[in-house]
């Protein structure tokens, strides 16, 4: 049971253009969402969150969007550089709980 | 250094033997998780311990794999009898108390684990 689905492995835009990355989830109750991005042979690292009050988190190029109804959220990064090649992993959880759902990763390249 | 540390990076085995993995989280961090990710999956979460309360087992595999965390700071993931399938990298991450906020995790680098 895949609570939290990126359904897109992998993805490659063109540097300076957006990048759109796609995240959703069936759990209704989920209330928090976050994006990581990993680098090979690191481990994930924050880049920004979202909790369910809100449908826009912005941070500088990143920036999250969450559509309650459609259980979906996405991140986009405008403008994309080739330094943001990396696995990206969004993860879900509910307020009171302390377990993150972690979808598979969508393996993004930036092309020079 | 200031981040989640964790070791070995990297531990070969043969199969049937026990290995022993390390986590020291962030000072002041009271949540720890040890997640798996084996190859092309995301993550899988393993255990949760936070402060002095029991930890959360449930995503254990099976009674081969237990952990422990001394002393409110580092921990141990042990896996006896180590399996092929259970090759992946193993991540530790830490957070400030989590249940009732929302405080992103920081992870550790992880340990690649390698059973021939």
């Known amino acids: 049971d895949q609570q939290v689905k990126q359904n897109s492995p992998s993805l490659s835009v063109q540097e300076g253009r957006i990048s759109i990355l796609n995240c959703d989830y069936t759990?209704?109750?989920?209330?928090?969402f976050l994006w990581y991005k990993k680098y090979p042979a690191e481990g994930p690292t924050f880049l920004i969150s979202i909790s369910s009050i809100k449908d826009k988190n912005e941070d500088g190029r990143f920036t999250v969007f969450l559509n309650k109804s459609a259980k979906h959220l996405s991140l986009h990064i405008v403008p994309s550089q080739p330094g943001d090649s990396a696995v990206y992993f969004c993860a879900a959880k509910t307020s009171g709980t302390y377990k993150y759902i972690f979808g598979t990763g969508t393996r993004l390249k930036v092309l020079a | 250094g200031a981040g989640v540390s964790q070791s070995p990076s990297n531990k070969v085995t043969e199969k049937g033997k026990d290995v022993e993995l390390r986590c020291d989280p962030i000072?002041?961090?009271?949540?720890l998780y040890w997640y798996r990710q084996s190859l092309g999956q995301g993550l899988e979460f393993l255990i949760y311990?936070?402060?002095?309360?029991?930890?959360?087992k449930s995503g254990l595999p099976s009674d081969r794999f237990s952990a422990e965390r001394t002393g409110g700071s580092v921990s141990t993931l042990t896996i006896q009898r180590t399996q092929q399938e259970d090759s992946a990298v193993y991540l530790c991450?830490?957070?400030?108390?989590?249940?009732?906020?929302?405080?992103?995790?920081?992870f550790g680098d992880g340990t690649r684990l390698s059973i021939l």
């Open positions: 000072s002041g961090h009271t949540a």
């Open positions: 311990f936070q402060g002095n309360s029991a930890p959360d």
């Open positions: 759990n209704s109750m989920f209330d928090y």
């Open positions: 991450a830490s957070s400030l108390v989590a249940r009732f906020s929302s405080q992103p995790q920081h």
